[in-house]
């Protein structure tokens, strides 16, 4: 399927359009942050604290989504939110599908012992309990945003790795690697040339389908405690702050709630868009 083809049936499907219209927003938002924050979401005001929203009674234009328990206003720290939840989901899932992808094609490409040891790690990885993984690896290490990444990349890879070792040991058989063997190829060039352009739609299905993931296990961690640190601002955090004000201002909980929905709901719904037009 060529690349303007692609994007015609992209244009065509107007329900996709929106999702990555929806999409498109956050990331902009998340990269404008600085500039579309209309305070700091840093900045504290005890007298100011769990303001209400601009449409509900004593509502304030000034602080249009209200402020939490410590004055700080929600709008921009949902604005600061997208930033880090965008940031860690982006980045844990280069990492996973860069080693799962890397894995799944020696492991598929050259078979034989390489496979076996390949396959016996990926084993050994999803016999250990995501979460408690995780958990274990942030207990241990600082929970900082760059350890953060890591450690969901580097847990989140296995998927990648079977997806791509199944298509691969049907790809190699394939007449036209064959012949790029006969004529002397080298591995390197017919997985480049051949072998990954092949495999790309289902890496980037898979890799959007994790974005949404990575944002809720982010948001999840978060929540516990042991993801983002307050006061840093991110959307599971929030969740958290916002829990023991619930029966006060609910809005505090929910806002950070709808929004970590409403961007792994875009995600699915372009994963599963774009698995249509793949055909996959």
Same mark, same amino acid.
């Given at each position: 399927?060529?690349? #303007?083809?692609?994007?015609?049936?992209?244009?065509?499907?107007?329900?996709?359009?929106?999702?990555?219209?929806?999409?498109?927003?956050?990331?902009?938002?998340?990269?404008?942050?600085?500039?579309?924050?209309?305070?700091?979401?840093?900045?504290?005001?005890?007298?100011?604290?769990?303001? =209400?929203?601009?449409?509900?009674?004593?509502? %304030?234009?000034?602080?249009?989504?209200?402020?939490?328990?410590?004055?700080?206003?929600?709008? &921009?720290?949902?604005?600061?939110?997208?930033?880090? &939840?965008?940031?860690?989901?982006?980045?844990?899932?280069?990492? &996973?599908?860069?080693?799962?992808?890397?894995?799944?094609?020696?492991?598929?490409?050259?078979?034989?012992?390489?496979?076996?040891?390949?396959?016996?790690?990926?084993?050994?990885?999803?016999?250990?309990?995501?979460?408690?993984?995780?958990?274990?690896?942030?207990?241990?290490?600082?929970?900082?945003?760059?350890?953060?990444?890591?450690?969901?990349?580097? %847990?989140?890879?296995? %998927?990648?790795? #079977?997806?791509? #070792?199944?298509?691969?040991?049907?790809?190699?058989?394939?007449?036209?690697?064959?012949?790029?063997?006969?004529?002397?190829? &080298?591995?390197?060039?017919?997985? #480049?040339?051949?072998?990954?352009?092949?495999?790309?739609?289902?890496?980037?299905?898979?890799?959007?389908?994790?974005?949404?993931?990575?944002?809720?296990?982010?948001?999840?961690?978060?929540?516990?405690?042991?993801?983002?640190? =307050?006061?840093?601002?991110?959307?599971?955090?929030?969740?958290?702050?916002?829990?023991?004000?619930?029966?006060?201002?609910? %809005?505090?909980?929910?806002?950070?709630?709808?929004?970590?929905?409403?961007?792994?709901?875009?995600?699915?719904?372009?994963?599963?868009?774009?698995?249509?037009?793949?055909?996959?």
């Amino acid at each position: 399927m060529t690349f #303007r083809l692609t994007m015609e049936k992209i244009r065509d499907n107007l329900f996709l359009s929106v999702c990555m219209v929806i999409l498109l927003a956050f990331i902009i938002s998340a990269i404008f942050a600085p500039f579309l924050s209309p305070h700091s979401p840093y900045d504290t005001d005890i007298y100011r604290r769990l303001l =209400p929203p601009f449409w509900e009674a004593n509502g %304030s234009t000034q602080y249009l989504l209200g402020t939490d328990g410590l004055g700080r206003d929600v709008l &921009s720290r949902l604005i600061y939110g997208a930033r880090i &939840s965008l940031t860690v989901g982006m980045g844990a899932v280069l990492i &996973s599908a860069f080693l799962g992808t890397f894995i799944g094609l020696c492991a598929g490409f050259f078979g034989g012992v390489i496979d076996q040891i390949l396959m016996r790690l990926t084993d050994i990885q999803l016999g250990f309990p995501f979460f408690m993984f995780t958990i274990v690896l942030l207990t241990v290490l600082e929970p900082s945003l760059l350890t953060i990444i890591i450690v969901l990349g580097v %847990s989140l890879w296995v %998927s990648y790795a #079977r997806v791509i #070792r199944a298509m691969v040991l049907s790809l190699r058989t394939q007449e036209f690697v064959l012949a790029a063997k006969v004529l002397g190829a &080298s591995s390197f060039r017919i997985i #480049r040339k051949y072998l990954l352009p092949l495999i790309f739609s289902q890496v980037l299905v898979l890799a959007t389908l994790q974005f949404a993931d990575v944002i809720l296990i982010e948001g999840s961690l978060s929540f516990l405690g042991i993801g983002i640190q =307050p006061p840093t601002p991110s959307w599971g955090t929030m969740l958290m702050e916002g829990r023991p004000y619930f029966s006060v201002q609910g %809005s505090l909980a929910l806002l950070p709630g709808i929004a970590m929905l409403v961007s792994v709901l875009a995600l699915a719904r372009i994963a599963d868009s774009l698995r249509g037009i793949f055909g996959i």
